[in-house]
């Protein structure tokens, strides 16, 4: 089994910068296709970006396109979220998540079965 662990989260003002990571223990994270999620308080948890499990394709939710990125290294058996341009909209609990998923990339949140405690992220305006 696979356990994930999210941290590089914390208070930050619009305009910064947050990397975000994703270490998996347990079992190697390679053979999943992987995910950030978030959830702001109120709203329902939301796909931040994909990345297949060869990391050829990502997918973005339209408010963060051209200012996140997702990526990984198979190597240190990690995800990353890198975060540019913050907003205070970006405020939210980050959600690292598993899918097993190998036909299209995973963009629905049933698609994950394998979820980290997430990281929070605050940005002050």
């Known amino acids: 089994q696979v356990e994930l662990v999210e941290s590089g989260g914390g208070l930050v003002q619009a305009g910064d910068s947050l990397r975000l990571s994703c270490a998996a223990s347990?079992?190697?994270?390679?053979?999943?296709?992987m995910g950030w999620f978030r959830q702001s308080r109120g709203k329902k948890r939301e796909l931040v970006g994909a990345?297949?499990?060869?990391?050829?394709?990502?997918s973005y939710a339209d408010s963060v396109k051209g200012r996140f990125t997702i990526s990984r290294d198979h190597a240190k058996n990690t995800v990353y979220l890198q975060m540019n341009t913050l907003k205070p909209e970006d405020t939210a609990d980050y959600y690292c998540a598993a899918s097993p998923q190998i036909m299209r990339l995973p963009t629905l949140e049933n698609d994950y079965d394998i979820w980290g405690q997430g990281t929070q992220v605050t940005v002050s305006s």
């Open positions: 990345i297949s499990q060869p990391g050829r394709h990502t």
């Open positions: 347990g079992r190697t994270c390679s053979s999943f296709a």
